[in-house]
């Protein structure tokens, strides 16, 4: 029982490199979300998608793109990473009124 | 747009003692989910309590239990008998029941750590 997957669990980038964090889930769940965290701020939403063939922008989406593959997948891309985006990155699922199903998050570090 | 303001950076405890951690949010919807979340030092985020607006009975879970305050917009966490296994940075989080597609608002995070 996997839950929410993401690959990788840590990242080193040089700035101006891109990658894609991957986030599956398991848990048939329609939304999904991709969050980040920082010291003193809390986990703030990047983007977000309401179901399969729909995306959201969240409250800090420059500099991120998302592809909702499939239902179970929804992936972030980094285009040209900078060292602003050096941060811990969750995906989350959730139906319903439940509560939210956290992967265990990617830390990228970009230099 | 709602906020979510946790005021203590960090809260230190001995084990067998009683925390108290406090949140408060601003919000002008009258149906909406409060969460508190902790995140140990293995980074996964863990659901530790729930509380729907409209239930005036405060949420409880074991040792970990609520202070519901409507009017205040107030939502503390009290964690009872404390134990090692407690230390971690625990979050406050909201979300509104007319938003369907379930995006969180979280608090910056109360670090807490316990003691022997």
């Known amino acids: 029982n996997a839950g929410v997957t993401q690959t990788p669990k840590f990242q080193v980038l040089k700035t101006g490199q891109s990658m894609t964090l991957q986030c599956a889930q398991d848990?048939?769940?329609?939304?999904m979300y991709w969050y980040r965290q920082d010291p003193g701020m809390g986990l703030r939403l990047i983007y977000y998608s309401a179901s399969e063939g729909t995306t959201d922008k969240g409250e800090v989406p420059n500099g991120y793109n998302v592809s909702r593959l499939n239902k179970r997948e929804f992936s972030l891309r980094l285009e040209s990473a900078a060292p602003s985006q050096t941060s811990v990155y969750f995906c989350a699922t959730q139906t319903g009124g439940t509560e939210a199903f956290f992967g265990q998050g990617t830390r990228l570090t970009v230099v | 747009a709602q906020t979510v303001t946790q005021s203590q950076p960090e809260m230190s405890v001995q084990e067998a003692e009683t925390v108290t951690l406090s949140c408060t949010y601003d919000t002008s919807e009258n149906n909406y989910y409060l969460f508190w979340y902790k995140q140990p030092p293995s980074r996964q985020m863990i659901l530790v309590i729930r509380?729907?607006?409209?239930?005036?009975q405060n949420a409880t879970e074991n040792r970990f239990s609520v202070n519901f305050q409507k009017a205040a917009k107030s939502f503390s966490l009290k964690i009872s008998d404390s134990q090692l296994g407690d230390t971690a940075m625990y979050f406050c989080a909201f979300r509104r029941t007319t938003d369907s597609w379930g995006k969180l608002q979280f608090g910056a995070g109360t670090q807490v750590v316990v003691t022997p």
């Open positions: 509380q729907e607006a409209y239930k005036q």
């Open positions: 848990m048939n769940h329609n939304s």
